[in-house]
Protein backbone atom coordinates (compact mmCIF):
# COMPACT_ATOMS: atom_id res chain seq x y z
CA UNK A 1 0.00 0.00 0.00
CA UNK A 2 1.62 3.58 -0.99
CA UNK A 3 0.19 5.73 1.15
CA UNK A 4 0.35 5.81 4.81
CA UNK A 5 -2.92 5.68 7.17
CA UNK A 6 -4.29 9.00 8.50
CA UNK A 7 -7.07 7.17 11.06
CA UNK A 8 -9.52 9.30 13.20
CA UNK A 9 -11.69 8.19 15.53
CA UNK A 10 -14.99 9.62 15.04
CA UNK A 11 -17.75 8.56 16.92
CA UNK A 12 -19.25 5.86 19.53
CA UNK A 13 -23.08 4.65 18.59
CA UNK A 14 -25.18 3.01 21.23
CA UNK A 15 -27.19 1.30 17.66
CA UNK A 16 -27.20 1.79 14.00
CA UNK A 17 -29.47 4.60 13.50
CA UNK A 18 -27.11 6.81 15.18
CA UNK A 19 -24.40 5.76 13.21
CA UNK A 20 -22.65 8.60 10.79
CA UNK A 21 -24.14 9.29 7.69
CA UNK A 22 -23.56 6.73 5.13
CA UNK A 23 -21.81 8.80 2.87
CA UNK A 24 -18.53 6.22 2.41
CA UNK A 25 -17.66 2.64 2.50
CA UNK A 26 -17.66 0.90 5.30
CA UNK A 27 -15.75 -2.37 7.11
CA UNK A 28 -16.60 -3.59 10.04
CA UNK A 29 -14.43 -5.59 12.72
CA UNK A 30 -15.89 -8.28 14.64
CA UNK A 31 -15.12 -11.18 16.60
CA UNK A 32 -15.31 -12.96 20.08
CA UNK A 33 -14.06 -11.21 23.26
CA UNK A 34 -10.78 -11.33 23.61
CA UNK A 35 -9.49 -12.51 20.25
CA UNK A 36 -7.39 -9.56 19.74
CA UNK A 37 -9.48 -7.35 17.67
CA UNK A 38 -8.11 -3.86 18.63
CA UNK A 39 -5.08 -5.07 18.54
CA UNK A 40 -5.11 -5.95 15.05
CA UNK A 41 -7.20 -2.54 14.04
CA UNK A 42 -4.23 -0.62 16.16
CA UNK A 43 -2.19 -2.77 13.71
CA UNK A 44 -3.51 -2.11 10.50
CA UNK A 45 -3.93 1.54 10.75
CA UNK A 46 -0.14 1.75 12.55
CA UNK A 47 -1.40 3.59 15.35
CA UNK A 48 -1.15 2.15 18.66
CA UNK A 49 -3.72 3.22 20.73
CA UNK A 50 -6.40 3.79 18.19
CA UNK A 51 -8.96 1.22 19.63
CA UNK A 52 -8.49 0.84 23.06
CA UNK A 53 -6.83 -2.71 24.02
CA UNK A 54 -8.05 -4.32 27.30
CA UNK A 55 -7.02 -7.69 29.20
CA UNK A 56 -10.80 -7.69 30.52
CA UNK A 57 -12.96 -9.17 27.55
CA UNK A 58 -16.38 -7.14 26.58
CA UNK A 59 -14.62 -3.73 26.58
CA UNK A 60 -15.77 -2.99 23.45
CA UNK A 61 -19.84 -1.85 24.04
CA UNK A 62 -20.62 0.35 21.41
CA UNK A 63 -20.32 0.78 17.67
CA UNK A 64 -17.12 2.19 17.24
CA UNK A 65 -16.02 4.72 13.83
CA UNK A 66 -12.72 6.03 12.60
CA UNK A 67 -12.12 7.81 9.52
CA UNK A 68 -9.42 6.36 7.54
CA UNK A 69 -7.74 8.74 5.05
CA UNK A 70 -11.14 10.93 4.66
CA UNK A 71 -12.04 7.55 2.38
CA UNK A 72 -13.95 5.15 4.32
CA UNK A 73 -15.39 3.82 7.95
CA UNK A 74 -13.28 0.89 9.80
CA UNK A 75 -15.49 0.07 12.43
CA UNK A 76 -14.74 -1.80 15.58
CA UNK A 77 -17.89 -3.51 17.04
CA UNK A 78 -18.94 -4.97 20.17
CA UNK A 79 -17.14 -8.77 21.26
CA UNK A 80 -19.46 -11.37 21.51
CA UNK A 81 -19.21 -14.66 23.26
CA UNK A 82 -18.38 -13.17 26.63
CA UNK A 83 -19.59 -15.25 29.53
CA UNK A 84 -19.31 -13.20 32.40
CA UNK A 85 -21.86 -10.51 31.26
CA UNK A 86 -24.80 -10.41 32.14
CA UNK A 87 -27.50 -12.50 30.16
CA UNK A 88 -29.91 -9.57 29.64
CA UNK A 89 -26.50 -7.17 28.34
CA UNK A 90 -24.93 -9.92 25.97
CA UNK A 91 -28.79 -10.04 24.54
CA UNK A 92 -28.39 -6.77 23.92
CA UNK A 93 -25.42 -6.17 22.72
CA UNK A 94 -26.16 -9.03 20.42
CA UNK A 95 -29.38 -7.15 18.95
CA UNK A 96 -27.25 -4.16 18.71
CA UNK A 97 -24.61 -5.59 16.12
CA UNK A 98 -27.43 -7.76 14.19
CA UNK A 99 -29.59 -4.11 13.65
CA UNK A 100 -26.30 -2.36 12.42
CA UNK A 101 -24.85 -5.65 10.21
CA UNK A 102 -28.44 -6.09 8.45
CA UNK A 103 -29.62 -2.49 8.15
CA UNK A 104 -26.23 -0.42 7.64
CA UNK A 105 -26.27 0.27 3.80
CA UNK A 106 -23.06 1.32 3.24
CA UNK A 107 -21.38 -1.89 4.92
CA UNK A 108 -19.16 -3.39 2.11
CA UNK A 109 -17.73 -6.52 3.69
CA UNK A 110 -17.53 -7.50 7.50
CA UNK A 111 -13.38 -8.76 8.46
CA UNK A 112 -14.85 -11.63 11.30
CA UNK A 113 -11.58 -12.57 13.46
CA UNK A 114 -11.17 -16.24 15.27
CA UNK A 115 -8.27 -16.86 17.32
CA UNK A 116 -5.95 -19.34 15.00
CA UNK A 117 -4.74 -20.95 18.20
CA UNK A 118 -7.97 -22.86 18.97
CA UNK A 119 -10.69 -25.30 17.39
CA UNK A 120 -13.26 -23.15 15.99
CA UNK A 121 -15.89 -22.47 18.67
CA UNK A 122 -19.32 -23.18 19.08
CA UNK A 123 -20.27 -19.17 19.32
CA UNK A 124 -17.64 -18.94 16.39
CA UNK A 125 -18.96 -20.77 14.08
CA UNK A 126 -23.01 -19.61 14.70
CA UNK A 127 -21.85 -16.60 14.14
CA UNK A 128 -20.74 -17.63 10.63
CA UNK A 129 -23.34 -19.21 9.69
CA UNK A 130 -25.64 -16.51 10.57
CA UNK A 131 -23.82 -14.21 8.22
CA UNK A 132 -23.81 -16.89 5.68
CA UNK A 133 -27.92 -17.54 6.04
CA UNK A 134 -28.11 -13.86 5.57
CA UNK A 135 -25.50 -13.11 2.85
CA UNK A 136 -23.88 -11.10 4.09
CA UNK A 137 -20.06 -10.60 2.41
CA UNK A 138 -17.30 -11.50 5.44
CA UNK A 139 -13.60 -12.49 5.34
CA UNK A 140 -12.42 -14.76 8.49
CA UNK A 141 -9.13 -13.44 9.93
CA UNK A 142 -6.93 -15.72 11.83
CA UNK A 143 -5.85 -13.93 14.61
CA UNK A 144 -2.50 -14.14 16.84
CA UNK A 145 -0.66 -16.63 14.17
CA UNK A 146 2.88 -15.35 15.87
CA UNK A 147 1.83 -17.88 19.15
CA UNK A 148 1.97 -20.97 16.71
CA UNK A 149 4.55 -22.89 15.01
CA UNK A 150 4.45 -23.02 10.94
CA UNK A 151 3.40 -26.77 11.93
CA UNK A 152 0.73 -26.01 14.21
CA UNK A 153 -0.64 -22.61 12.48
CA UNK A 154 -1.41 -25.63 9.27
CA UNK A 155 -2.60 -27.93 11.67
CA UNK A 156 -5.20 -25.36 13.40
CA UNK A 157 -5.95 -24.11 9.83
CA UNK A 158 -6.75 -27.39 8.43
CA UNK A 159 -9.28 -28.24 11.14
CA UNK A 160 -10.87 -25.32 11.26
CA UNK A 161 -11.43 -25.54 7.29
CA UNK A 162 -13.07 -29.34 7.64
CA UNK A 163 -14.84 -28.10 10.40
CA UNK A 164 -16.56 -25.70 8.32
CA UNK A 165 -16.90 -27.85 5.49
CA UNK A 166 -19.44 -29.48 8.14
CA UNK A 167 -21.74 -26.45 6.70
CA UNK A 168 -20.78 -24.57 3.74
CA UNK A 169 -20.39 -26.18 0.50
CA UNK A 170 -17.83 -23.74 -0.45
CA UNK A 171 -15.50 -21.84 1.99
CA UNK A 172 -15.52 -17.97 3.17
CA UNK A 173 -12.38 -15.80 2.09
CA UNK A 174 -9.21 -16.45 4.62
CA UNK A 175 -6.69 -14.25 6.17
CA UNK A 176 -3.84 -15.24 8.37
CA UNK A 177 -2.86 -12.51 10.74
CA UNK A 178 -1.04 -11.37 13.83
CA UNK A 179 -0.58 -8.01 15.13
CA UNK A 180 2.63 -8.77 16.49
CA UNK A 181 4.85 -9.30 12.59
CA UNK A 182 1.58 -7.18 10.91
CA UNK A 183 0.82 -10.70 8.78
CA UNK A 184 -2.41 -10.29 7.06
CA UNK A 185 -2.33 -6.26 7.26
CA UNK A 186 -1.81 -6.29 3.14
CA UNK A 187 -4.00 -8.36 2.19
CA UNK A 188 -6.59 -6.14 4.02
CA UNK A 189 -6.04 -3.37 2.88
CA UNK A 190 -5.37 -4.18 -0.68
CA UNK A 191 -9.02 -5.41 0.08
CA UNK A 192 -10.58 -2.71 0.82
CA UNK A 193 -9.04 -0.28 -1.93
CA UNK A 194 -10.11 -2.79 -4.52
CA UNK A 195 -13.85 -2.90 -2.88
CA UNK A 196 -13.75 0.99 -2.22
CA UNK A 197 -13.86 1.05 -5.61
CA UNK A 198 -17.14 -0.72 -6.01
CA UNK A 199 -18.95 2.07 -3.48
CA UNK A 200 -21.70 3.49 -4.57
CA UNK A 201 -23.51 6.46 -1.89
CA UNK A 202 -27.26 5.70 -1.76
CA UNK A 203 -29.10 8.48 -3.07
CA UNK A 204 -29.91 11.36 -0.24
Given at each position: ??K ?5 F ?13 VM????F ?8 S ?6 T ?24 E ?8 G?G???A?K ?14 L ?5 M???LL????L ?5 D??V????G ?11 K ?6 N ?11 E?L??W ?6 ILSS ?10 L ?15
Open positions: MGPIVAQITSSPDFSQCPKPAEYAIGRSNVGKSLINMIGQKMLAKTSSTPGKTQLINHFLINEWYLVDLPYYARAAKRMQWEQVIEQYLKRSNLSTFIDSRSLQDNRKINWFEKQLHFTLVLTTDKLTVQLASNFEAVKKLCDEELPPFAITGAGREEISFIEKTNRLFQPAPV
